[in-house]
Nanobody
Framework: QVQLVESGGGLVQPGGSLRLSCATS????????IGWFRQAPGKEREGLAC????????YYKDSIQGRFTISSDNVKKVVYLQMDDLKPEDTAIYYC???????????????????????WGRGTAVTVSS
């Protein structure tokens, strides 16, 4: 049974940091890609970053590169999203998702709609506010 479970969200002040975790299980894609997305109230879901679990290559949306870092612990099967210098506009529900890495990259680049990604977690809420 495939599963994605996010954790680590919460309330943080502007300029602060959070590290989100995505626990994965049951996936057999090769190569497996895990991505982080977010959806703010009233806005479309947007891709942020994804990682090729097999070779560790990472891919980012241009607008967040430098503030957010995706990484994985392949022993624990957990993918992280380290978020630094958070801003109020980062307030959203954050989701992790799984697919083969190539279509996930295409979603991140906006070439494929996110609804084509087959596996999603339930999300974790991040609120950036003073």
């Amino acid at each position: 049974q495939v599963q994605l479970v996010e954790s680590g969200g919460g309330l943080v002040q502007p300029g602060g940091s959070l590290r989100l975790s995505c626990a994965t299980s049951g996936f057999t894609y090769d190569p497996l890609g895990i991505g982080w997305f977010r959806q703010a109230p009233g806005k479309e879901r947007e891709g942020l970053a994804c990682i090729n679990i097999k070779d560790g290559n990472t891919y980012y949306k241009d607008s967040i590169q430098g503030r957010f870092t995706i990484s994985s612990d392949n022993v624990k099967k957990v993918v992280y999203l380290q978020m630094d210098d958070l801003k109020p506009e980062d307030t959203a529900i954050y989701y992790c998702a799984a697919d083969r890495i190539d279509p996930l990259i295409a979603v991140l680049r906006g070439a494929i709609p996110h609804r084509h990604v087959p596996h999603w977690g339930r999300g974790t809420a991040v609120t950036v506010s003073s």
